[in-house]
């Protein structure tokens, strides 16, 4: 038996509150513990163009896994790299531990080395489906159930990389730009995507959402429109005024298909994006050490770093994918794809000219070539 709709909204309003501020939270913790501890990425005795003070200063720093209280194996905070920055906050903050203490309680990495990376990768692909196959439901309870799944995808796609990592023996979030790995995972992640669109499109085409006409008189209707004002099925009187009538007309399919392209334009995009950023961004300041291991880690700990990663945090296609989560999950998929079809183009149009504006200020400096951070 499902909640009261105002009790369930009350609760995962509480729950949405309580998850943003402990991001908030975690992103504070975060920039504190770039800023005043060591950083494992940056082997300053391999470089012997730095400065003397500077080095003095680094290795002054105390290390971060001698001070805190949770253990480095599921401490989303003990290793910062590029692609920690860079990874939404729920696949960081919540996800990431989760497949820590899941990993270390069942032994995946060690124990069970016939469960590869790529095999978990697939197995969320099968959880996609079936979740895409929820999606198409009319009742709002078997949509749950299929957003639920989508998440369970999620935690399995980070769970994956984690697996890869542990067995590499790699510290911290890392793309391994090339790999096999690499393009299985993002071949696995595009048709879980892909699922969940079809099933979001197979839904509304069935249960199409409803356009109002409001103090329209019917004979301004268009015919199509005007044949349908017999059918109770295909529209809805709502009231009658002095100035007209005011109608419910369902959403043509072609219009559902439109709003569906453009968003999933949003997030190819933004999936394109991202990556780019993050391959840039590694090899800058952590795969290329014949640049100054000093000028990288400075601007590594730099607000102007912090900054332009926070963006790509907010504006990756993950990010995206929780929000329509939340959007399915309480029956307002219609109203958030007509809210940021448009909209949602311009905030990418932003953070990829601020994202390209950083990074020439960022190579100008890991270059030597200017001295202001």
């Not at 003095?56 to 971060?64: A, C, F, T, V």
């Not at 906050?89 to 124990?111: F, K, M, R």
């Not at 399915?328 to 794809?337: G, M």
Request: glycine content about 6%; proline content about 3%; some cysteine.
């Amino acid at each position: 038996m499902m909640w009261p709709a105002s009790q369930a909204s009350k609760i995962l309003t509480f729950l949405l509150l309580v998850i943003v501020v402990y991001c908030i939270c975690m992103d504070t913790f975060l920039f504190l513990r770039i800023q005043n501890y060591k950083i494992d990425g940056f082997d300053v005795t391999t470089n012997v163009t730095q400065e003397t003070s500077t080095i003095k200063q680094s290795k002054n720093l105390p290390n971060y896994e001698d001070v805190t209280w949770v253990p480095c194996t599921i401490n989303p905070l003990c290793h910062p790299t590029v692609k920690a920055l860079m990874v939404d906050h729920i696949n960081h903050y919540i996800y990431g531990p989760l497949c820590a203490i899941v990993d270390v309680g069942l032994g995946i990495s060690e124990n069970m080395l016939f469960i590869t990376p790529n095999m978990i990768s697939f197995f969320h692909v099968l959880v996609a489906v079936i979740g895409a196959k929820l999606l198409t439901c009319p009742n709002l309870a078997f949509r749950r159930v299929a957003v639920v799944l989508f998440q369970i995808r999620m935690f399995l796609d980070d769970l994956d990389g984690h697996v890869a990592r542990e067995r590499k023996h790699i510290k911290g979030e890392r793309s391994d730009v090339g790999s096999l790995g690499y393009w299985v995972d993002g071949i696995c992640d595009l048709l879980g995507v892909i699922a969940m669109m079809i099933g979001i499109t197979l839904y509304l085409r069935n249960n199409p959402p409803r356009r109002g006409y409001k103090n329209t008189p019917a004979s301004t209707l268009p015919y199509h429109q005007l044949k349908e004002i017999n059918s109770t099925e295909d529209i809805e009187k709502d009231h009658i005024t002095d100035n007209g009538i005011s109608y419910k007309t369902k959403v043509t399919f072609q219009k559902i298909a439109q709003v569906i392209c453009l968003f999933s334009g949003q997030m190819v995009l933004s999936s394109l994006a991202w990556n780019r950023y993050i391959d840039i961004y590694q090899y800058l300041l952590e795969n290329c050490t014949d640049y100054d291991a000093f000028r990288r880690e400075t601007m590594f700990r730099s607000g102007k770093f912090f900054f332009t990663s926070a963006i790509w945090r907010i504006m990756n296609p993950h990010s995206y994918l929780h929000v329509l989560s939340l959007a399915v999950f309480c029956d307002k998929t219609w109203w958030f794809l007509k809210t940021v079809h448009y909209t949602g183009y311009l905030g990418l149009v932003v953070a990829l000219g601020t994202s390209e504006y950083f990074i020439d200020n960022i190579r100008a400096y890991v270059l030597n070539m200017t001295d202001g951070r």
